[in-house]
């Protein structure tokens, strides 16, 4: 079955911890992304990848670092710099980019993290 | 700041009524946009896109978009109790920038 993957499901930090949620995808998809939506919000974009070993900012990437090692795996670390990291998180994947017709996002089933 | 505009909600339809969801977007660059469903606890979903002046229908479900007025919506005909759900829409200049969602109840 292709698709995307994320885990844990639900994931328990202590306050100064820094937590990895991996995020696999076997779609080939060039473009990966990062989410997070907080509780009546929409999804806010964390970071994003258009290509291996590239990678850019969101609108709210401070307290997080991401890596683009391998085409299918786009892990997201949570630092203790994220100061209210208490949030759904959504992992995405495109075939790439900024064309329309390419830019159809599939997302994976999520990781809830709450922190202690 | 570009910004993608919903209504709050939550917008509650009686079973069999058309629901209509509405979305303005600030980025007159934007070029397609995507209705996403998502499910209380679970992730989002594409259920449409349109990139094109006018409507676009796929079964129960109608996208509208005008430009000029940088308007979009979707309309669902004959609602069931399982279309009750979170509606997101989003809009791609770019990036997709998503809207915070109409929450929509359908009433057996």
């Known amino acids: 079955d292709g698709g995307i993957t994320q885990s844990p499901k639900y994931l328990f930090r202590k306050e100064g911890q820094n937590v990895t949620l991996s995020c696999e995808q076997n779609?080939?998809?060039?473009?990966m992304y990062w989410y997070r939506q907080d509780p009546g919000q929409g999804l806010r974009l964390i970071y994003y990848?258009?290509?291996?070993?590239?990678?850019q900012k969101g609108d709210i990437a401070e307290g997080y670092s991401v890596s683009r090692e391998k085409k299918e795996s786009f892990p997201l670390t949570v630092t203790s710099a994220q100061k209210n990291p208490t949030a759904f998180y959504l992992c995405?994947?495109?075939?790439?980019?900024?064309?329309?017709?390419?830019?159809?996002?599939?997302f994976g089933p999520g990781t809830r993290l709450t922190v202690l | 700041q570009k910004e993608v505009e919903q209504n709050s909600g939550p917008l509650s339809v009686p079973e069999g009524a058309i629901a209509s969801l509405n979305c303005t977007y600030s980025?007159?660059?934007?070029?397609?946009f995507f209705w996403y469903r998502q499910y209380s606890g679970k992730s989002p979903e594409l259920i449409m896109f349109?990139?094109?002046?006018g409507d676009k229908e796929d079964g129960r479900f109608t996208a509208q978009l005008n430009k000029a007025s940088q308007y979009v919506s979707l309309l669902i005909r004959d609602s069931q109790p399982s279309d009750s759900a979170t509606y997101l829409c989003?809009?791609?200049?770019?990036?997709?920038?998503f809207g915070q969602g109409t929450e929509l109840s359908v009433k057996p």
């Open positions: 995405a994947s495109s075939i790439g980019f900024r064309d329309r017709d390419y830019n159809e996002q599939f």
């Open positions: 779609l080939n998809h060039d473009a």
């Open positions: 990848s258009q290509i291996v070993n590239d990678f």
């Open positions: 980025d007159r660059g934007s070029q397609s």
């Open positions: 349109i990139y094109s002046n």
């Open positions: 989003a809009g791609l200049g770019g990036k997709l920038i």
